[in-house]
């Protein structure tokens, strides 16, 4: 496959992979058993600004990535399309999928929401574009602060959770349960999506090569 052919087929990967994420988002907020942290956040605004939701997350990303300027993180291609994409899809699922009438349907629409979350984040990070604001700013408060990842993690959520609540967000069972079950579903998934014949994993293994002293080899972090 040739470079601009895989580089093509990356770029739909994102853009559905980023799709999807938005889609999968609305359905969280259909559902009403809880949303995810930063959902929360957006929710909460949601009632204090005169804005749908999607304009409210793409407004809210963009605000984002203002703090990654004192953290020195670089956005790319990657984080620029989820500040953009992400927003619209939610509202368009939001606009065609009505909210469940009885504690069943909501209940499976929120277990839906998720497995199609994990699939979406596979998809997009897959694509080896960058990743979003929001874990990229979790990444630059490990960085620049040494503050241990999961500490950095759990602090900003923790926040825009309390913030959002007061706002009038949606907490509840579904917040508590994304929060633990969002990472052990997409790790797994992540290495399926890393081996299409155009994933950028793919493209940069080496040829083979006679080995050369290598005086100073660097380290990335």
Do not use: C, K
Not at 43 to 70: A, C, D, M, Y
Not at 137 to 142: A, D, F, K, N, T
Not at 144 to 150: H, I, Q
Not at 191 to 213: D, G, L, N, Y
């Amino acid at each position: 496959m040739s470079r601009s052919a895989a580089l093509t087929l990356r770029f739909v990967q994102l853009a559905v992979g980023l799709f999807l994420y938005g889609a999968s988002v609305a359905l969280q907020v259909r559902a009403v058993v809880g949303v995810s942290s930063w959902t929360v956040l957006t929710q909460g605004l949601e009632n204090v600004l005169p804005w749908s939701f999607g304009v409210v997350t793409v407004t809210s990303s963009f605000v984002i990535l203002l703090f990654w300027i004192p953290l020195r993180q670089r956005p790319r291609i990657g984080t620029l399309l989820n500040v953009l994409f992400v927003g619209p899809a939610a509202d368009l699922v939001l606009w065609l999928v009505p909210e469940p009438g009885d504690l069943l349907g909501r209940v499976l629409l929120f277990v839906a929401s998720l497995a199609l979350l994990a699939v979406a984040t596979a998809w997009y990070i897959g694509a080896g574009f960058g990743t979003g604001p929001r874990d990229g700013l979790m990444v630059g408060l490990h960085e620049r602060l040494g503050w241990p990842l999961w500490i950095a993690r759990t602090s900003v959520e923790v926040t825009v959770v309390v913030v959002g609540w007061v706002l009038g967000g949606d907490v509840g069972v579904g917040t508590v349960v994304a929060a633990f079950a969002i990472g052990p579903m997409v790790q797994p998934l992540m290495r399926h999506f890393r081996r299409f014949p155009w994933s950028p994993t793919r493209e940069a293994r080496p040829a083979p090569a006679p080995p050369v002293p290598d005086p100073a080899p660097s380290i990335r972090g």
